[in-house]
């Protein structure tokens, strides 16, 4: 019986690719080469990856302090105060209506103390995309820690602080924002958007070198900040005065909000933004004034509600050989209960108790004499008229 053998099987060689892939005498240098290769692509991709993450590194680093920049210039730490900061009420300044006091100063120093020459209380809210602008005599008599006082001297008593805590206190209410802006600030702001579009009223035209350089015209005016800063100065040749002064007051904020909202490009509110860090102090951060801006982008500014403080001056509103103005308290708390509530506040427009109702968009139709003589005429007048003469 004869044993058959198996059959020696060859073994199966590599392919050329699987053998450059084994290590071996034979392949040593193929090797070397090929780990090489992988070594250089690896520290090509590192070097790419590190350079990425330097630039994302270098703009973060830049946006930050770019940031920090804006912020140390608007929360102007001298100002804006732990103190002032604590009185503050919270507030979504976009799903919510707030208050914020608005001071425009004039820079100068009295008693080593800069005083205030504009105070509105502005009641601002975003989602019904309405403000309402009350003007406050700068006059006003108050009571500032025990002691009788102009209200615009209350920086001299504690600062912004205590210029909010005066305001609160004469209108009831619980301011949640700041702003400050010296004459110089609001020359250079209202550059910076371009100029403001206002209509002057037949009879407020403008010729006080005291007030500043610039002589404004009735009708349609295209104002610098140097015409702006004027026109909203000007007091000695109206019949009535600082009334008219703060009427102008609200007539510029209603333009430069109409130019900031309705005709700047959006894609510079946020240079705007740098820009206005150099001339504005406030609580509010620049993400807060961005958001605020886009949410009341499209705002009809001539609907923008318009009243000062009840209030009166005369031979017998002196105390001590000073001249105040008195409030109509009454009046006044009535008023800024309709304001509160985001109606009309159908206060006046000049000396008096109001009644009236009137917008930034009356303002520009109707003179100094027209308020001060009562002879004015407002839409809602003029509608109320059309009502009763349709029945």
């Not at 206005?276 to 499209?298: E, F, K, Q, Y």
Request: hydrophobic share 35%; aromatic share 6%; charged share 25%.
């Amino acid at each position: 019986m004869s044993i058959r053998k198996k059959p020696v099987q060859q073994s199966r060689r590599p392919s050329t690719g699987a053998a450059s892939r084994i290590y071996s005498r034979e392949n040593v240098g193929r090797y070397s080469e090929r780990a090489r290769q992988r070594r250089t692509r690896k520290r090509i991709r590192r070097g790419i990856l590190c350079g990425v993450a330097g630039v994302l590194l270098v703009g973060v680093v830049a946006a930050g302090v770019w940031f920090s920049s804006i912020m140390s210039r608007l929360n102007d730490s001298s100002i804006i105060t732990t103190a002032l900061q604590q009185i503050l009420v919270d507030s979504d300044v976009t799903r919510e209506p707030f208050y914020m006091l608005l001071l425009g100063t004039d820079g100068r120093q009295d008693d080593d103390v800069e005083r205030s020459d504009s105070i509105i209380l502005a009641r601002v809210d975003a989602p019904n995309k309405q403000v309402t602008l009350i003007s406050i005599p700068r006059d006003t008599k108050v009571e500032i820690d025990g002691q009788t006082a102009k209200i615009n001297a209350a920086f001299s008593y504690g600062g912004a602080e205590k210029m909010v805590e005066a305001v609160n206190d004469l209108c009831g209410v619980e301011i949640s924002h700041y702003a400050e802006v010296s004459f110089d600030g609001m020359k250079q702001l209202i550059d910076a958007v371009g100029g403001i579009d206002i209509y002057v009223p037949e009879g407020d035209e403008v010729d006080d070198p005291e007030a500043g350089p610039v002589k404004i015209e009735a009708g349609q005016q295209h104002m610098d900040g140097e015409a702006a800063l004027t026109f909203s100065r000007a007091r000695h040749q109206f019949l009535d005065g600082d009334y008219t002064r703060m009427r102008h007051q609200r007539m510029v904020i209603g333009a430069l909000a109409d130019q900031i909202l309705n005709k700047l490009d959006p894609t510079t509110i946020v240079p705007l933004v740098d820009s206005v860090a150099n001339m504005v102090v406030t609580d509010l951060s620049a993400g807060d004034i961005v958001a605020l801006v886009n949410a009341m982008r499209g705002m009809d500014t001539n609907s923008i509600w318009s009243a000062n403080v009840p209030s009166w001056a005369g031979e017998d509103t002196y105390i001590n050989g000073q001249s105040y103005v008195f409030v109509y308290e009454d009046a006044l708390e009535k008023m800024m209960a309709r304001v509160d509530a985001g109606e009309d506040p159908q206060g006046p427009q000049s000396m008096g108790t109001g009644g009236e109702s009137a917008t930034i968009g009356d303002l520009n139709n109707n003179s100094n004499e027209d308020w001060a003589s009562g002879t004015a005429t407002t839409s809602s007048s003029s509608s109320s008229s059309d009502d009763t003469s349709s029945e």
